[in-house]
C-alpha cells in the first residue's frame, strides 16, 4: 500500500543530479524529472543538504544519533558516515570547500547558540579547522576568490517570520577581490537576505524587501538588482545553486512513497 504522500524540502543540485529531504530521509534523482531513489533510511530528521563539487557524496545534518552532528553519504548508495562529534543542536551543513571537506557551522564551545562559526570538515575523518570569518550562517565562494557570508540566517528563516525588520534580521557581507576584507552587502534593501550563492559572476540571494520572499541576483558591487521568481503569497526559500542551475522547493509539492 503507498504511504500517505510527503513533502519535498531542502534540494541541492550538482549538474544532472539532485538531492532532496522527504519522509525525513535523503533521496537522490535528476533536476528534470522521474524517479527518485531513497539514499538514507534512518527516518530521523535531517537538513541542509549539499552535493560535493564532484557529485559523488551528499553531506547533511542529521540527528540519527541524538542532536544535530555531520554525516556524508555517497550518491552509489555507500554507507553513511558520520563526521563531527559536537552535540550541537545548531550544527548546520552550508557547503563544501572541496571534494574532500564539508562546510558546516556550528555554535560548539560558543557561549550563544547564535554564535555559530564555520569549520571545514574531512570528509576522511579527522580535526574539523575553524575557518576565521567570525560568526556566520551562510558562505558562498565565488569568481576570483570574492566571497558572500550570510548572518542571522538560523533555524528561524524569513518564512516564518514574515517582514521582520528588527536587529537580527539576516543580512549578507562581500569580499569582492578575495583581499579578506569584508564589507556589508546591499543594505539598501529593507528586508531579510538569506541563501547566498553565486550563479556566473552574479551573486543569488532570497529577499523579502518587496514584501514577499523571491529569488534574485545582483553584481558583485549591489547593482542591477534582478527578481528571478515572483511569489505573491508564500514564500520562496532554500534556494541552492551549483553555479549554474538554481533550485528550490516548489509550493505544496508531494512526493508519493510507498
Same mark, same amino acid.
Do not use: C
Given at each position: 500500500?503507498?504511504?500517505?504522500?510527503?513533502?519535498?524540502?531542502?534540494?541541492?543540485?550538482?549538474?544532472?543530479?539532485?538531492?532532496?529531504?522527504?519522509?525525513?530521509?535523503?533521496?537522490?534523482?535528476?533536476?528534470?524529472?522521474?524517479?527518485?531513489? =531513497?539514499?538514507?533510511?534512518?527516518?530521523? !530528521?535531517?537538513?541542509?543538504?549539499?552535493?560535493?563539487?564532484?557529485?559523488?557524496?551528499?553531506?547533511?545534518?542529521? =540527528?540519527?544519533?541524538?542532536?544535530?552532528?555531520?554525516?556524508?553519504?555517497?550518491?552509489?548508495?555507500?554507507?553513511?558516515? $558520520?563526521?563531527?562529534?559536537?552535540?550541537?543542536?545548531?550544527?548546520?551543513?552550508?557547503?563544501?570547500?572541496?571534494?574532500?571537506?564539508?562546510?558546516?557551522?556550528?555554535?560548539?564551545?560558543?557561549?550563544?547558540?547564535?554564535?555559530?562559526?564555520?569549520?571545514?570538515?574531512?570528509?576522511?575523518?579527522?580535526? !574539523?579547522? $575553524?575557518?576565521?570569518?567570525?560568526?556566520?550562517?551562510?558562505?558562498?565562494?565565488?569568481?576570483?576568490?570574492?566571497?558572500?557570508?550570510?548572518?542571522?540566517?538560523?533555524?528561524? $528563516?524569513? !518564512?516564518?517570520?514574515?517582514?521582520?525588520?528588527?536587529?537580527?534580521?539576516?543580512?549578507?557581507?562581500?569580499? $569582492?577581490?578575495?583581499?579578506?576584507?569584508?564589507?556589508?552587502?546591499?543594505?539598501?534593501?529593507?528586508?531579510?537576505?538569506?541563501?547566498?550563492?553565486?550563479?556566473?559572476?552574479?551573486?543569488?540571494?532570497?529577499?523579502?524587501?518587496?514584501?514577499?520572499?523571491?529569488?534574485?541576483?545582483?553584481?558583485?558591487?549591489?547593482?542591477?538588482?534582478? =527578481?528571478?521568481?515572483?511569489?505573491?503569497?508564500?514564500?520562496?526559500?532554500?534556494?541552492?545553486?551549483?553555479?549554474?542551475?538554481?533550485?528550490?522547493?516548489?509550493? =505544496?509539492?508531494?512526493?508519493?512513497?510507498?
Amino acid at each position: 500500500m503507498p504511504r500517505d504522500p510527503v513533502y519535498v524540502r531542502l534540494p541541492s543540485v550538482r549538474g544532472e543530479t539532485l538531492v532532496f529531504v522527504a519522509d525525513d530521509d535523503l533521496w537522490i534523482g535528476s533536476p528534470l524529472g522521474g524517479l527518485a531513489r =531513497r539514499l538514507t533510511a534512518d527516518h530521523t !530528521p535531517l537538513n541542509d543538504p549539499k552535493l560535493s563539487p564532484d557529485g559523488n557524496s551528499v553531506a547533511y545534518a542529521g =540527528r540519527r544519533d541524538g542532536l544535530s552532528e555531520v554525516y556524508a553519504v555517497g550518491t552509489d548508495g555507500s554507507p553513511v558516515r $558520520r563526521l563531527t562529534y559536537w552535540g550541537d543542536t545548531m550544527t548546520r551543513v552550508i557547503g563544501w570547500a572541496d571534494d574532500d571537506h564539508v562546510i558546516a557551522i556550528s555554535a560548539v564551545g560558543e557561549p550563544f547558540a547564535s554564535r555559530t562559526w564555520a569549520y571545514a570538515v574531512p570528509v576522511a575523518g579527522g580535526t !574539523p579547522e $575553524r575557518l576565521l570569518y567570525g560568526p556566520i550562517t551562510g558562505l558562498a565562494k565565488g569568481p576570483a576568490g570574492a566571497v558572500v557570508l550570510g548572518v542571522n540566517q538560523l533555524a528561524r $528563516r524569513a !518564512p516564518s517570520w514574515k517582514r521582520y525588520r528588527g536587529g537580527t534580521a539576516p543580512v549578507l557581507w562581500i569580499d $569582492r577581490d578575495a583581499g579578506g576584507v569584508f564589507e556589508p552587502y546591499l543594505r539598501g534593501l529593507d528586508g531579510q537576505l538569506e541563501d547566498p550563492g553565486w550563479v556566473g559572476d552574479r551573486v543569488l540571494f532570497v529577499s523579502d524587501h518587496e514584501g514577499t520572499g523571491n529569488i534574485y541576483t545582483a553584481a558583485p558591487d549591489g547593482s542591477a538588482v534582478q =527578481r528571478h521568481t515572483d511569489h505573491t503569497d508564500f514564500y520562496a526559500r532554500a534556494a541552492s545553486t551549483d553555479g549554474e542551475t538554481v533550485v528550490l522547493p516548489a509550493r =505544496r509539492r508531494a512526493l508519493a512513497t510507498g
